[in-house]
Each structure stands twice: as structure tokens, then as C-alpha cells.
């Protein structure tokens, strides 16, 4: 693991090896969701499947973000590089200019309660210089949290949008897809 940063008491680091400690902020965000707002979409589990299936391609590479504070884990983004297959990330096709290897697919920001308020700083000020100075030329994500949308909006732009439901079909979650420039 590399220490990327610090700042407002918080760790900012990167490493290409799982370890499940990594999880706890989505696993946190999920025990919040079913205390106050249940969606029937089970984070925990897609990103799982997502990390197992990235370790099946040997042309594809993780990264995986992280923020910590006092040793407890708040945040996770991962970071996908290499020949990209856009199919596991995306349901529908996106429009990529760029080549193929200078790009990546971001997945997973996820920071819970206790981390909040950081995480414009942390993909403006260390995720993004850290892939820039490796010379990638865009970031490509999709989210489906509204309130992350504008944080997005500011750092790059909206490209497309989507349609998912929850697991078990009960709910529908409507999302967009950004395109970060380096």
C-alpha cells in the first residue's frame, strides 16, 4: 500500500492487492441504507462479483483507493485499467475517444458517514493528479446517487445516462455516466 496524501486527519492511499477491511465503507453504507432508506441493491455483493471478475482478466488491473482515519476505513474507490471491457462495467454502450489504454473506469466511490465531506477533495486533489502523472487521459464513471451528480458535473461532465433496477426488481435506480478529463 502507498500513501497517496493526508489531509483533515485522514489517510489517502492506493494498492493493487484486496483486502477486505477495503469493504467496510460499502459494507457501512449498506447497514445505513437498511436502517433508513432500503433499495433492495446489495453494493456489497456487485462489487465483490466486479473484483472477481476484473481477477479473471489478466489484461485488466484494479487499484484500489483508499481513505482512512485513525486505522478505521471510510472510503473506497476502485480503479480499472489495462483492456477494458466495457461491458462489465456499463449496461449500455458509452462513446470512448480516447485509446483504450489511457483511460480508466472508476467504480465504487464510496465513503461512509463518519468519512463525508472529503470526497471532491480526494477524487479532485489525489486520485485524479495520481492517474494524470501515470498519463492517463480520462476517467469514466457512473453513479446512480443523485447527490453525487454535481460533484461529478463539476470535475468533468455528464456523457449518458441509465436505467438499473434493485436486485429483486422492486426498485429502479436511475444513474448517469461521467467522463472526467485528465
Known amino acids: 500500500m502507498k500513501i497517496l496524501s493526508k489531509f483533515n486527519g485522514n489517510e489517502f492511499s492506493v494498492s493493487s492487492e484486496f483486502n477486505s477491511n477495503y469493504l467496510i465503507p460499502i459494507i457501512k453504507n449498506l447497514l445505513f441504507k437498511a436502517k433508513k432508506d432500503w433499495d433492495d441493491y446489495d453494493e456489497v455483493y456487485h462489487c465483490c462479483h466486479l473484483i472477481e471478475e476484473v481477477k479473471t482478466r489478466k489484461d485488466m488491473n484494479m487499484d484500489f483507493h483508499i481513505m482512512k482515519r485513525d486505522r478505521e476505513h471510510l472510503g473506497i474507490a476502485l480503479a480499472n485499467t489495462g483492456l477494458l471491457d466495457f461491458n462489465i462495467f456499463f449496461k449500455e454502450p458509452i462513446q470512448v475517444k480516447e485509446d483504450i489504454y489511457d483511460i480508466l473506469i472508476l467504480n465504487y466511490f464510496h465513503i461512509c458517514q463518519e468519512g463525508r465531506g472529503n470526497g471532491e477533495r480526494w477524487l479532485r486533489d489525489v486520485i485524479i493528479p495520481y492517474y ?22 463539476r470535475l468533468g461532465s455528464e456523457i449518458g445516462g441509465y436505467i438499473s433496477y434493485s436486485d429483486n426488481k422492486l426498485f429502479k435506480r436511475e444513474g448517469k455516466v461521467f467522463k472526467i478529463l485528465l
Open 132 to 153: 494524470k502523472t501515470k498519463g492517463y487521459r480520462a476517467i469514466y464513471m457512473k453513479s446512480s446517487h443523485p447527490r453525487a451528480f454535481s460533484m461529478y458535473a
